[in-house]
């Protein structure tokens, strides 16, 4: 080792601890200096002031916010999610979220404007709420409560009941009758009971009177629903109740439909049957359906119990020397079969 080499030592030595000292001091600045900037960055490319830090933040968390509300969509739609749930499903609003009782005036109502298929009394409650909706989305904002959408619809039947001439009919076969006289304005006196037809004979209305010595029930049945070249349309709907054993059924032939109600009481069987041309399917529905609808073939069992006749009058309302025509045999002007 030459002489210069001690010296060489302690000369890098004092440099190094130089160094070491003008770093430690820089760093103490920087510290101070760049407290609103990250100390890498704030070495490399300055410090920056302190509005500038609290826009960077608030992007960094605005974008944080972004991209999680991003990724919760991606997983379930929050709308959907609400959707499923029926308990958080709003009740609809306005017209359309007036509930109706059902009644039996609210259901006639209903079957006028068609939108109804079948008789009083025999709708199914989800059948009618889809009417009554049907019918609510008709009806301006202004009608809201239930009250005021009957009476709405109220006039508007009152209407087509004018225009038809629909009213009570006076038969002897039938308890409650209501039809449509401009319809079928003549009544034609057959063996067994009446018919009612329109001038053009593509709606017709048979009401008749059997007793069980002459027919039975389930012959009428067959009759009507079977016999060629007539088809049954459904099944055929037993009405058994109080008063006694019935059928309600429904059949084509050719361009025809024939809608049947027989019902039963003790040895006496009553029927009404609705002929009509499937052209006017429509509007003939309607009509086949309100008739229906108005028709008692008797009187129901209570009634007939509370009522008190007198000594010259039997149950069946006629005097009690009263005799009526000898029963003869229909005559079917139209290839029906009889009732």
């Not at 109706?100 to 006639?108: D, I, P, R, V, Y």
């Not at 006694?244 to 429904?250: A, E, K, S, T, Y």
């Given at each position: 080792m030459s002489w210069h080499t001690p010296f060489k030592i302690l000369y890098s030595c004092a440099a190094f601890s130089g160094v070491l000292m003008y770093g430690s001091y820089y760093f103490v600045q920087l510290r101070g200096t760049c407290s609103h900037t990250p100390?890498?960055?704030c070495v490399i490319n300055g410090q920056r002031s302190p509005t500038e830090s609290m826009t960077t933040l608030e992007s960094s968390k605005k974008t944080a916010t972004k991209s999680t509300k991003s990724t919760s969509k991606t997983g379930l739609p929050e709308k959907e999610a609400k959707a499923d749930d029926p308990a958080k499903t709003p009740?609809?609003?306005?017209?359309?979220?007036?509930?109706?009782?059902?009644?039996?005036?609210?259901?006639?109502?209903l079957i006028w404007n068609g939108l109804l298929d079948g008789e009083v009394g025999r709708i199914a409650p989800g059948d009618f709420d889809k009417a009554v909706r049907a019918y609510q989305a008709t009806l301006p904002a202004g009608v809201a409560?239930?009250?005021q959408q009957l009476a709405a619809l109220r006039k508007l039947v009152d209407g087509l009941r004018s225009r038809w001439g629909f009213d009570r009919e006076d038969d002897p076969s039938a308890v409650e009758l209501s039809l449509p006289h401009k319809l079928v304005p003549n009544r034609q006196e057959l063996g067994h009971g009446s018919r009612y037809q329109s001038s053009t004979g593509d709606f017709s209305i048979d009401v008749a009177e059997w007793t069980t010595s002459e027919t039975t029930l389930e012959r009428a049945r067959q009759n009507h629903c079977c016999k060629p070249p007539r088809e049954p349309e459904g099944?055929?709907?037993?009405t058994s109740d109080a008063v006694?054993?019935?059928?309600?059924?429904?059949a084509r032939e050719g361009r025809l439909r024939v809608s049947v109600w027989a019902q039963q009481r003790d040895t006496v069987i009553r029927i009404l049957a609705i002929t009509y041309d499937m052209g006017r399917d429509k509007e003939y529905r309607v009509l086949r359906n309100v008739i229906a609808s108005s028709y008692a073939?008797?009187?129901?069992?209570?009634?007939r119990e509370e009522r008190v006749y007198n000594s010259c009058?039997?149950?069946d309302g006629e005097r009690c020397d009263a005799e009526k025509p000898p029963a003869q045999p229909g005559q079917w002007d139209n290839g029906h079969a009889p009732l």
């Open positions: 100390l890498p960055e009740p609809p609003s306005g017209a359309s979220g007036v509930r109706w009782g059902q009644t039996s005036g609210s259901e006639l109502l409560t239930e009250e099944p055929i709907v037993g006694g054993p019935g059928f309600i059924l429904n073939a008797f009187a129901p069992a209570r009634k009058q039997r149950s």
